[in-house]
């Protein structure tokens, strides 16, 4: 098929599934078209099926906003014209989804019938998007689109119940590709770069923004060091990461925390990592959170939004309520006190993974395309 993809390009987690997707369906011969502001941070060209449209944006003196929505909508019309799309399927409502509204309507005057696929990933519904300034045309964009997914039950019922829905919503698990994480483990992982033998290494992988509550995590991790050897990884960048490097050494665990900002790699810095912190406030999915697993990690995170359909409490990690630093620190320990416990934990947040494993998750997304442009 011909498939339009629109997401953000950044290192967020609708960013990281969108590109994944697009490069998994290329890679079975579908011809992928990827529309948004700049090439997205994962996107490899390994394949002649893969595109990239640059939305360019014109400034204006009158502006004060730039009118992304009306470039975007606009580089979808020509994009599905020229290349003849049958499915647009955008990552994230805000805005994409409202933008392939107009595109759809606009396409529609030249006798084209363009689907429109929109996944909602998380803070598009919970914080952003049902927000009065955002949410009548939320509301309109996901009732307008042809086929409507969410990444997790949660957020499911997040949005039947924050928005007047009248479409049936579907849900699709994110998935990652299990296979580089092994790759990652088997031919990159020098951990003794990172630590000394006796010493565990703590994870954490995000955008610094404050819904992930990152001071959290340093104080986490400085009462897990008092009692067990051991360095935290803090990966990704954002707003909130002054603060905790601060924290880091107000707590006196500054040596200990290693500040690695945005990567590409991040396969191979989790083949270091044997428990993956994630305090987060609220979390639709927790893509990071099953990355770790994936290279068989333990995740010790909050029971928020759709993290308990990842992690399973007592098994793959263990779930504590939103703030509670000191039941997150404690399980902690739990797991890295004994050995036996820690590589136990690891096998099993890694077997878990497999139930969202690229293999199952793909043929989902193909059928959903079928099916909805031979409903026209
Ligand atoms: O977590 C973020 O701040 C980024 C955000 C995004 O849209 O890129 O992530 C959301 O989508 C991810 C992919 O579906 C989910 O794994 C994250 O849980 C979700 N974030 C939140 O709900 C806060």
Do not use: W
Not at 26 to 44: C, S, W
Not at 87 to 111: G, S, W
Not at 122 to 128: F, R, S
Request: proline share 3%; aromatic share 8%; with cysteine.
């Amino acid at each position: 098929m011909k498939i339009g993809i629109v997401c953000y390009p950044t290192f967020g987690g609708s960013g990281v599934v969108a590109t994944e997707l697009g490069m998994a369906l290329a890679d079975k011969g579908h011809e992928v078209h990827f529309i948004t502001y700049n090439q997205p941070v994962r996107l490899d060209f390994f394949t002649h099926n893969l595109h990239f449209h640059e939305v360019l944006m014109e400034e204006y003196p009158l502006f004060q906003y730039q009118p992304y929505e009306l470039a975007l909508s606009s580089k979808m019309v020509e994009v599905v014209e020229k290349h003849q799309l049958e499915v647009l399927h955008v990552h994230y409502a805000i805005p994409h989804a409202y933008a392939a509204y107009m595109a759809k309507k606009m396409l529609q005057e030249k006798d084209i019938n363009i689907k429109v696929v929109t996944t909602l990933h998380g803070t598009d519904i919970t914080l952003v998007g049902s927000h009065p300034t955002y949410k009548t045309a939320v509301e309109f964009s996901i009732n307008n689109s042809d086929v409507v997914t969410t990444v997790s039950k949660s957020l499911k019922e997040d949005t039947l119940r924050l928005f007047n829905i009248k479409k049936d919503i579907k849900v699709v698990y994110n998935f990652i590709d299990t296979e580089k994480y092994d790759r990652a483990h088997d031919t990159e992982c020098n951990r003794i770069a990172i630590a000394k033998p006796e010493e565990k290494i703590l994870t954490h992988v995000s955008n610094f923004r404050p819904v992930k509550r990152t001071h959290e995590v340093i104080e986490i991790f400085a009462k897990v060091n008092k009692e067990v050897p051991s360095k935290l990884l803090m990966v990704g960048d954002g707003p909130e990461r002054f603060k905790a490097e601060k924290l880091a050494k107000d707590l006196g665990v500054a040596k200990d925390v290693i500040f690695l900002g945005s990567s590409n790699e991040v396969a191979k810095i989790l083949c270091y990592s044997d428990v993956f912190l994630l305090p987060s406030e609220t979390e639709s999915f927790g893509l990071a959170a099953l990355e770790a697993m994936a290279a068989g990690t333990a995740v010790i995170s909050t029971d928020a939004g759709g993290l308990p359909e990842v992690n399973i409490h007592g098994e793959t990690g263990f779930l504590s309520a939103v703030g509670d630093v000191v039941d997150m620190a404690k399980n902690t320990l739990t797991i890295l006190k004994n050995e036996d416990t820690l590589a136990q934990f690891k096998i099993n947040a890694k077997a878990h993974t497999k139930l969202f494993s690229l293999d199952n998750i793909l043929p989902v997304y193909e059928d959903l395309y079928k099916s909805c442009s031979v409903t026209v």
